[in-house]
């Protein structure tokens, strides 16, 4: 159960909560004894590829499928009970579970993770079905549980995580996940509030500075009421950016004396600005940069050329040279995507933590 639950999670998603183990007596047939738990998981996998990926790890853990379809001894079976509410039923795939009402050892531990889930069929929650259910088995719950995987990966070391990158690195993306995954407060900037952002990429020249500027000031702005503000309720802070972004891209898109005035604002408002304690950056060949920004379809992105994301990449390489190397991790992430594979994902968090 313990090894079906870390495959679930490094294969699945990440795991929210885990009920205690009960023990029943085995139903349809004289047998030993059945062990039980349920597990709440977060996944962007559609539930076919969940079902797929669940009968594989079956397989792998030593399961051998009755060919006569009746109820018999297993080493390990895995159900998708609920997805959200969602309700589908397919040749292969029946959601919610068909038989949840009456079984005792699925409504018992469903009802410890959270006993107002509501049933989409029957329109009742989980501790009325367990009230009303047929089925009048002894269930006895174990002195053992089952382990979280996700206590193998401690953000909560870290008080301020910024995870940086060039344009479409995924950034944005990564925060999102590990916020989820974790509990941590994420800081996300506020770019699609900034008027001046498309039209710097129709006239570079006349934007630049204004552009900069703004984004400097609600950076600023941000980064000290998010994080200088202590939340009681979440262990760390992930932030899409670090403020020394604004001098990268300053240095690229101001004339000289614009940036020599630009260099003087920035210094006096980065000495009051907490520091990160661990600084990722997300590294990307710009030919898979440029796929991720044409895929993302922002409008006044698509006229952006290979030459300016390389000096921006340039720009945070030589920032990054400067700083402690203890704080600091390069990940080249060109060819993966955390997105879709979460091997993928596990791999960048494993980068950051190791």
Aim: aromatic content about 12%; hydrophobic content about 40%; overall charge neutral.
């Amino acid at each position: 159960m313990q090894l079906a639950a870390n495959s679930i999670f490094d294969q699945i998603g990440s795991i929210v909560k885990i009920s205690s183990v009960y023990k029943t007596p085995a139903i349809g047939f004289d047998g030993d004894d059945f062990l039980n738990c349920v597990l709440l998981v977060r996944s962007a996998m559609s539930p076919g590829k969940v079902l797929e990926t669940l009968l594989q790890i079956e397989n792998d853990l030593g399961r051998v499928r009755s060919e006569t379809g009746g109820y018999v001894s297993r080493t390990i079976d895995l159900d998708i009970l609920f997805i959200g509410d969602l309700v589908k039923n397919t040749v292969k795939l029946t959601i919610p579970h068909p038989e949840i009402q009456n079984r005792k050892f699925v409504l018992q531990p469903l009802v410890e993770l959270n006993s107002g889930v509501m049933h989409p069929v029957l329109f009742k929650d989980v501790a009325k079905l367990l009230a009303e259910t047929s089925d009048s088995s002894l269930i006895e719950k174990q002195s053992k549980w089952l382990r979280n995987p996700s206590k193998d990966y401690d953000l909560s070391r870290f008080n301020y995580i910024a995870i940086e990158g060039n344009i479409g690195a995924g950034k944005t993306s990564l925060v999102t996940q590990l916020g989820q995954e974790f509990n941590a407060k994420r800081i996300l900037e506020r770019f699609k509030d900034n008027p001046f952002l498309p039209k710097f990429y129709d006239n570079p020249q006349r934007y630049a500075f204004p552009l900069e500027m703004s984004f400097l000031a609600d950076r600023y702005q941000q980064l000290l009421d998010d994080i200088t503000q202590f939340d009681l309720f979440k262990d760390c802070v992930i932030a899409d950016y670090d403020v020394y972004k604004s001098m990268i891209f300053a240095k690229i898109t101001l004339q000289d004396e614009e940036f020599n005035l630009y260099k003087k604002l920035f210094q006096l408002m980065h000495k009051e600005l907490p520091k990160p304690d661990m600084y990722v950056y997300l590294y990307q060949n710009t030919e898979r940069l440029l796929e991720n920004i044409k895929k993302r379809g922002r409008k006044y992105e698509q006229t952006i050329e290979a030459s300016y994301l390389q000096k921006i990449n340039d720009g945070y390489l030589e920032f990054i040279k400067s700083q402690y190397a203890d704080k600091i991790k390069i990940i080249d992430i060109s060819d993966r995507d955390f997105v879709k594979n979460r091997k993928d994902y596990l791999y960048i968090l494993n980068e950051i933590l190791s």
